[in-house]
């Protein structure tokens, strides 16, 4: 089979593509032909070494993908999944998913793909998906009317945006260049501020104010962290979950100590675990009966996957306006 290999945290260039032998899947596991996989910001900040799993190289990167069980293990649940079509994800047993073929275990690493979702957006289906509803859940939960929320002209951006409006969320959108805030104004977002833009504090703290909004979820970092929890009303919190900037979190410790704010962090993967398995099935079977309108995925160009390189300079060139996906065989 054809896989992708990375050498060294150093980047694109330290990808390889080479042929290895089909594995085998054990007890409680499953092999998968995988269709496709994303490229997302997890994944650059994997090549470089920024990100959460930093296993002993070579390793197999990509984060989450599709495709269809092929071969089972031994056990019930892998003679369930025998056959059928699922997202599986790029952590634990078998590593990721830029691969022809995986094997997962059944214990979190495949999920159950609805029979009307295609492979492509499926592949899709879990890191923004489950991280959008998230977000609105916590908001929810917290009795929040209105969040704030950078890097918003992302896939996830939009999502958050869309399910925001469906479950009466207003969001307070953060993007970095004027044609994002076109971007998302024609997809119907009301509040949409640019931070390169002179005077964008002053806007920050309006808009935060006049919607009463204690909630940001940031996936910047940097000056942007202190930017967001300067301009919230007292008592107010910045969820940080992402370092897009690649730069350190900054903010005055007197908004901490001061004004009862505080600044804390989301992980996908981390925030699922500590939920219940029966409200994580019930988050997985709603995305997906969402993701053909408010969690879906627009895809700017797929690359066969001996191309991965070159999908990876594509898609750091232009981020905002769909995902770049990697086709297996
Ligand atoms: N913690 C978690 O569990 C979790 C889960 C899901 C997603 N995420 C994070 O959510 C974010 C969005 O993911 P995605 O897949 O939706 O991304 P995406 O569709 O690939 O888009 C990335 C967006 O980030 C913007 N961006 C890149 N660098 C930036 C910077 N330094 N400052 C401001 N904006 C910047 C891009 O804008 P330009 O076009 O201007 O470059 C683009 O709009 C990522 O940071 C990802 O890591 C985290």
Known sequence: MTVAVLNSYSGADALS???RPVPKPGKNEV???VAFSPLNPSDLATLEGHYGFKNPTP????????GEVVAAGPGMMASYFNGKRVACAGWGTGGGVWSEYVVKSVKGGVLPLNKSLPLEQGAMSI???????SFIAIAKEGGHKAIALTAAASSLGQMVNKLGRSEGVQIINVVRREAQVD?????GAEIVLNSSEAGFEQELHDACHQNNTHLAFDAVAGPLTGKLLKAMPENSKVTVFSALSREAIQASPGLMIFENKAIDSFWLGPYISNQS?????RLWKRAQKQIPNHLKSNIRKI?????????IRDYRSQMTGGKILLRMS
Do not use: R
């Not at 390793?59 to 599709?66: Q, W």
């Not at 890191?127 to 509803?133: L, R």
């Not at 971007?183 to 997809?187: D, N, S, T, V």
């Open 277 to 281: 398995v029966l409200k994580t099935m």
């Open 183 to 187: 971007f998302l104004k024609a997809q």
């Open 127 to 133: 890191i923004n998906p489950q991280t959008a509803s």
């Open 17 to 19: 593509i080479e042929q």
């Open 59 to 66: 390793i197999v990167p990509g984060g989450e993908g599709s």
């Open 303 to 311: 690359y066969p996957l001996h191309e991965v390189k070159e999908a």
């Open 31 to 33: 092999l998968v032909k």
